[in-house]
């Protein structure tokens, strides 16, 4: 159910190629040219996240030399008011955003490479995080937050309907046809027309790379086998009418599940309390159970994650690393941050998430049949670490959502729309003098 803003794209007028390491972009304030700031500074801070602001206050008494001034910036404009803010000079050091908008951010030049300042941090962090944050190999920010995908199932319907909780996606696709058969009302799985992000799961978990950092270039992979694997199983759920269509954007989405007219979702860690308050009916009938995956030998899951970017103009690049840290991967900072009381949502990217996951699982929507603490914990270790977000990701996603309207109502083959979004995505990035080729 991710969801990603749409965003208007600038121009990069310098950027003749986009090397391994974003050097072309990266802008002139370079994060490794200051790496121990002296003295008492001051970092201005824009989030949007429940809880954030009182872990600013934490940190601010503990640490007098580094004050950090919160801004609330909620708002579906904020990222148009970021770039804005870039290129008046008035930026924030530091700011919340997700993994795509930090990869379009970094491409436009808009955020300071910080690559050395942050290097004794990344131990902390899963592969799959720091990529998050180092787009073409390039670091711009600090890992925040981690969405790991798994499965919850009405484990009452599955009985009645004499299946199980699927270990991959075909089994999935078994399932739902065997529901079907016994009651065309029930679906087994549900996806909006108007969000694609079903396929960015299941093509992360196939193995593709839709973009992959190469030398100099971008290698562009909508059409390699693995990405069209993952298509194929979206064909697979259109073809054989075994999906509702729920739109994530109605405020009644949940009665499908929690009436029982679907009865199957991936979901992940921000969801559960959401799903605690608008399941009565259901509530307690649910387990979790593992992402189904493509390879059970190899098996692996997504997770969209959120950052601390540092803005282009930031002078205190090291510092504005420390607070991130801090805030994201001390105990001190997660113990709290993890608490449903906060209403963060946050789970942690940090490696090792076991001291952070019991307290996040809502006893009374779980039947505790299944253990639902090992299944968020081995989500969190399945992530796929090949996944990378391109320099146009953002606008490719709002491309995408263009067509997959067409995909669900049968219009148009999963195929045809990858297809295009190849064709797409090279001629947009070629455009911008970002050298790419379609992968091999």
Same mark, same amino acid.
Not at 26 to 36: F, Y
Not at 162 to 189: F, H, M
């Given at each position: 159910?991710?969801?990603? &803003?749409n965003r208007a794209l600038v121009p990069v007028a310098a950027a003749a190629s986009l090397s391994l390491l974003l050097s072309a972009c990266s802008g002139s304030d370079d994060g490794d040219a200051a790496p121990g700031t002296k003295g008492n500074v001051t970092? *201005?801070?824009?989030?949007? @996240?429940?809880?954030?602001?009182?872990? @600013?206050?934490?940190?601010?008494?503990?640490? !007098?030399?580094?004050?950090?001034?919160?801004?609330?910036?909620?708002?579906? #404009?904020?990222?148009?008011?970021?770039?804005?803010?870039?290129? %008046?000079?008035? %930026?924030?050091?530091?700011?919340?955003?997700?993994?795509?908008?930090?990869?379009?951010?970094? %491409?436009?030049?808009?955020? +300071?490479?910080?690559?050395?300042?942050?290097? =004794?941090?990344?131990?902390?962090?899963? @592969?799959?995080?720091?990529?998050?944050?180092?787009?073409?190999?390039?670091?711009?920010?600090? /890992?925040?937050?981690?969405? !790991?995908l798994f499965t919850a199932y009405r484990a009452d319907l599955f009985q009645k309907y004499g299946i199980e909780a699927p270990k991959t996606w075909e089994d999935l696709i078994a399932a739902g046809k065997k529901v079907q058969r016994k009651d065309k009302n029930?679906?087994?799985?549900?996806? $909006?027309?108007?969000?694609?992000?079903?396929?960015?799961?299941?093509?992360?978990?196939?193995?593709?790379?839709?973009?992959?950092?190469?030398?100099?270039?971008?290698?562009?992979?909508? #059409? #390699?086998? *693995?990405?069209?694997?993952?298509?194929?199983?979206?064909?697979?759920?259109?073809?054989?009418?075994?999906?509702?269509?729920?739109?994530?954007?109605? /405020?009644?989405?949940?009665?499908?599940?929690? &009436?029982?007219?679907?009865? $199957?979702?991936? +979901?992940?860690?921000?969801?559960?309390?959401?799903?605690?308050?608008?399941? !009565?009916?259901?509530?307690?009938?649910?387990?979790?159970?593992?992402? =189904?995956?493509?390879? +059970?030998?190899? =098996?692996?899951?997504?997770?969209?994650?959120?950052?601390? %970017?540092?803005?282009?103009?930031?002078?205190?690049?090291? &510092?504005?690393?420390?607070?991130?840290?801090?805030?994201?991967?001390?105990?001190?900072?997660?113990?709290?941050? #993890?608490?449903?009381?906060?209403?963060?949502?946050?789970?942690?990217?940090?490696?090792?998430?076991?001291?952070?996951?019991?307290?996040?699982?809502?006893? *009374?929507?779980?039947?505790?049949?299944?253990?639902?603490?090992?299944?968020? +914990?081995?989500?969190?270790?399945?992530?796929?670490?090949?996944?990378?977000?391109?320099?146009?990701?953002?606008?490719?996603?709002? *491309?995408?959502?263009?067509?997959?309207?067409?995909?669900?109502?049968?219009?148009? &083959?999963?195929?045809?729309?990858?297809?295009?979004?190849?064709?797409?995505?090279?001629?947009?990035?070629?455009?911008?003098?970002?050298? $790419?080729?379609?992968?091999?």
């Amino acid at each position: 159910m991710s969801k990603f &803003r749409n965003r208007a794209l600038v121009p990069v007028a310098a950027a003749a190629s986009l090397s391994l390491l974003l050097s072309a972009c990266s802008g002139s304030d370079d994060g490794d040219a200051a790496p121990g700031t002296k003295g008492n500074v001051t970092l *201005e801070f824009w989030s949007w @996240t429940d809880g954030i602001e009182a872990q @600013t206050e934490v940190w601010n008494k503990e640490h !007098p030399e580094t004050q950090v001034k919160f801004v609330n910036a909620a708002g579906e #404009t904020v990222y148009q008011k970021l770039r804005a803010a870039v290129n %008046a000079g008035t %930026a924030p050091c530091l700011s919340k955003m997700d993994g795509a908008n930090l990869a379009n951010f970094a %491409a436009d030049g808009l955020l +300071t490479d910080i690559t050395k300042v942050s290097a =004794p941090y990344k131990a902390k962090y899963t @592969t799959a995080a720091w990529n998050a944050v180092s787009p073409g190999g390039t670091t711009f920010g600090i /890992p925040m937050g981690s969405s !790991p995908l798994f499965t919850a199932y009405r484990a009452d319907l599955f009985q009645k309907y004499g299946i199980e909780a699927p270990k991959t996606w075909e089994d999935l696709i078994a399932a739902g046809k065997k529901v079907q058969r016994k009651d065309k009302n029930v679906k087994i799985y549900n996806i $909006a027309g108007e969000d694609p992000s079903t396929l960015v799961d299941l093509s992360w978990e196939s193995g593709a790379q839709w973009y992959k950092a190469a030398g100099d270039h971008w290698e562009i992979g909508f #059409t #390699t086998p *693995e990405a069209l694997e993952a298509g194929d199983i979206i064909q697979q759920f259109v073809d054989n009418d075994l999906t509702s269509s729920a739109s994530y954007a109605d /405020p009644g989405v949940f009665k499908t599940w929690d &009436r029982g007219k679907t009865i $199957a979702m991936t +979901t992940s860690t921000w969801q559960l309390p959401i799903y605690n308050t608008n399941f !009565p009916k259901s509530k307690g009938n649910w387990q979790l159970a593992d992402s =189904p995956v493509f390879d +059970t030998a190899k =098996p692996r899951t997504s997770s969209n994650f959120d950052t601390t %970017a540092v803005l282009k103009g930031c002078k205190y690049p090291d &510092r504005a690393a420390q607070f991130a840290a801090w805030m994201s991967s001390s105990k001190e900072s997660l113990t709290t941050l #993890t608490d449903p009381a906060s209403k963060s949502g946050l789970f942690p990217a940090v490696k090792d998430v076991s001291p952070y996951v019991d307290k996040i699982i809502p006893t *009374e929507m779980f039947n505790g049949k299944s253990d639902s603490a090992q299944v968020i +914990t081995t989500a969190a270790a399945r992530v796929g670490e090949q996944w990378q977000y391109g320099p146009n990701y953002a606008a490719m996603y709002s *491309e995408m959502q263009k067509q997959w309207g067409r995909v669900i109502k049968k219009e148009l &083959r999963v195929k045809d729309m990858l297809t295009s979004l190849q064709k797409w995505t090279l001629d947009d990035l070629n455009h911008k003098g970002i050298k $790419a080729v379609a992968a091999g």
